[in-house]
């Protein structure tokens, strides 16, 4: 109608959009179905943030929120949508409502949340089950390379064992002490490994959530982790303390010496 | 001589030489796994693309192919401008969407299908039977297990289905004409092809003369990059991407991949040279006065350099050759895991042994261990005698 100025539909663009095309609140966009189409002029009210969803993380797709019915007038879909979100009262109220739309609704399947988040992360099950599977190989290379030093390190003490020995000190004393010895010093190194997994944690962060332009935390260091460090660690210690303490105190102080 | 010391030396401290290799083993084949990792999935990806022989990939202008529901309008007249250029050789259209078989009691089993010209299709191997014609389809094991059907069998297909009124669109009669692999489909993923025609006949009004992807062929010689840029400037309404920048952009996509394998190898690689750095060390600590003796009755500096050398060189060498083995059957095992990814194409690997990066690394290891050891062995080569006698013997 003339001398009557149509408003302007509005959109939400992400941030990485806007920082990629360089656009700003207020932007007039035109917005098309297909490349070359001539589409519709929108503005840009809003200007939205990444969220934390792994399932965005390796798409570098932009994404344009824009009002149902324009969306669906641009794609010539019709009243159609691809899905409703139904919110519950929660408990045995989910279970209600899920049986009730696929009763009710003819050519409806309902499905819970979770049951959907199980399906979309199938991709991040699988890179689970493969940290889970390195995760193993490295605690292997830890453990033998573990043993491997301690055994060194009590190797070295042959003379003082020997000394010791001749001196009256009992073989389980010796053993006791080379454990505890063992101990210390894994827990030492522990403490520094998470230390030191902790700055990775940070590094890993930022260069990732740089890389991919999200607030995604892509490594943590949680409570759990850290006992289970600590665990292992101090068990592997002790285990390869005492193999290595037995070995030492079951050999004649002499031949410690290499005088037998 | 000095191959006798060695074993000696070595045969004398049993349970530690057993875990020197084992260590250096479980290293190597860590080392070689990440080797395999961040190398196996650019060539594999590589080897996928251009197994059917198209140097050049059309989509819709700004899209990777399939990555979108975007199509290209005019394809006939799009296909017939491809082909003014002397270096095209085959253009293979391609029309992907979804097509459903009607079943029993109105449900349905949906498939991907893929619109395509027979003659020049780069999409599938034809395993059994014959390409189709028209109201013939061809499709993989999948969709025949899926849908009970075989080889020579008619069944109805539908572009559409409407699940609210159990409505099929667009049904017809078409009959299987082969059985086929689709190439950049999953192992698991249900599909059948078909003549494009039909293809966008099942998609209606929406679809006419419409494609996703058109894959060219360009002539042998010819530079895929100057192809690329005669279509940017020939063809504004469409990205033509060539194998090197999907591989390139594959590889952002999987950085994470490539950028594991980099850390988790440098740390293997460090683990392994820190343990025969260490045991070499601690060897030469124990072992000052036996070679004080040596050096007494006149045996070179150098001789017993090279023998507490060659101690850390056996060391890395059997632990490398027993890592070589241990990373093949662990790469394996890994690979089976990511394999399961949803949606990966079946003839994709994310660990693929080569020859020469694994000699190249497990090389290095060896190298870098032995060099480890080279100073505390030049440096109890070097002890003065007679101070290092008094004191053993005191």
């Known amino acids: 109608m003339p001398g009557v100025r149509r408003e302007l ?68 879909y019709g009243d159609r949508v691809h899905r409703f979100a139904v919110q519950s009262r929660g408990g045995a109220s989910q279970d209600r409502a899920v049986a009730a739309i696929d009763a009710a609704a003819f050519g409806f399947v ?18 689970s089950r493969f940290h889970r599977a390195i995760g193993v190989i490295t605690i292997v290379a830890s453990a033998i390379f573990l043993l491997c030093i301690l055994l060194l390190k009590v190797d070295e003490r042959r003379r003082d064992v020997a000394a010791l020995r001749l001196s009256g000190i009992s073989r389980a004393t010796i053993v006791k002490s080379i454990v505890i010895e063992a101990s210390v010093i894994t ?25 991919y332009r999200t607030p995604l935390r892509f490594a ?16 592997l210690g002790i285990v390869a303390g005492a193999l290595a303490a037995l070995r030492l105190a079951r050999a004649h102080p002499l031949a410690l010496l290499g005088r037998r | 001589m000095i191959g006798r010391l060695v074993v000696a030396s070595l045969a004398g401290h049993r ?35 251009t197994s059917r022989g198209f140097d050049l990939r059309v989509a819709p202008k700004g899209t990777l192919p399939f990555d979108t529901e975007a199509t290209i309008a005019d394809a006939t007249a799009t296909i017939a401008a491809l082909r003014e250029s002397p270096d095209v050789v085959a253009v293979a259209p391609v029309l992907g969407g979804t097509i459903h078989l009607p079943q029993r009691g109105g449900a349905a089993i949906s498939s991907v299908a893929l619109g395509v010209d027979p003659a020049t299709q780069g999409d599938y191997v034809l395993l059994t039977g014959h390409e189709p014609a028209d109201g013939e389809i061809v499709a993989n094991d999948a969709l025949l297990a899926a849908s009970r059907h075989h080889v020579g069998d008619t069944l109805t297909i539908a572009g559409g289905y409407d699940p609210q009124l159990r409505r099929f669109d667009s ?43 058109m894959m060219i062929r360009a002539r042998a010689g010819a530079d895929a990059e100057g192809v690329r840029q005669w279509i940017a400037r020939r063809l504004p309404k469409v990205t033509a991407i060539s194998t090197a920048t999907a591989i390139a952009q594959v590889e952002e996509r999987l950085s994470y991949f490539r950028q594991l394998a980099f850390i988790l190898g440098s740390v293997s690689l460090v683990v392994g040279v820190l343990l025969v750095g260490t045991l070499v060390t601690v060897s030469v600590n124990e072992r000052i006065g036996e070679f004080a003796v040596l050096r007494a009755i006149g045996i070179a500096r150098r001789t017993i350099t090279a023998q507490i050398m060659i101690e850390g060189a056996v060391l890395m060498l059997a632990g490398a050759l027993l890592g070589l083995a241990l990373g093949l059957v662990t790469a394996r095992y890994l690979n089976a895991i990511l394999a399961s990814f949803p949606g990966l194409p079946q003839s994709i690997d994310f660990f693929l042994f080569q020859p020469r990066a694994a000699w190249t690394a497990l090389g290095l290891l060896a190298i870098a261990g032995i060099t480890a050891g080279a100073w505390p062995a030049w440096r109890g080569a070097s002890l ?5 006698l008094r004191e053993e013997a005191a």
């Open chain 1, 187 to 211: 827990l030492l190194g522990t403490l520094f490994g998470i230390a030191l997994g902790w700055v990775a944690t940070v590094i890993v962060n930022s260069h990732y959530q740089g890389v």
């Open chain 2, 15 to 49: 349970a530690r030489t057993l875990l020197a290799v084992a260590g250096v083993a479980v290293s190597a084949a860590l080392l070689l796994d990440m080797v395999m990792l961040s190398s196996g999935m650019r060539e594999s990806f590589r080897s996928l693309l």
């Open chain 2, 171 to 213: 049904s017809r009669r078409v009959r299987i004409s082969g059985r086929v692999r689709f190439v950049y489909l999953a192992r698991d993923q249900r599909a059948a092809a078909m003549p494009l025609a039909a293809m966008q006949a099942l998609g209606g009004p929406a679809r006419r003369d419409r494609v996703s992807l």
């Open chain 1, 220 to 235: 943590l260091v949680t409570p759990q982790t850290i006992v289970f460090a600590l665990v292992l660690s101090i068990v």
């Open chain 2, 384 to 388: 003065p005698i007679a101070r290092v």
């Open chain 1, 9 to 76: 539909r509005t959109i939400a663009i992400d941030a990485r959009l806007a920082a990629d095309a360089r656009l700003t609140l207020g932007d007039r966009l035109v917005l098309s179905a297909q490349p070359g189409d001539a589409g519709d002029t929108v503005r840009v009210a809003a200007i939205t943030k990444p969220s934390a969803d792994p399932s965005e993380v390796s798409r570098q797709e932009y994404r344009v929120r824009l009002h149902l019915d324009q969306l669906q007038s641009l794609t010539s």
């Open chain 1, 110 to 127: 309902a499905h819970r949340s979770k049951d959907v988040a199980v399906e979309t992360s199938a991709t991040f099950a699988v890179v």
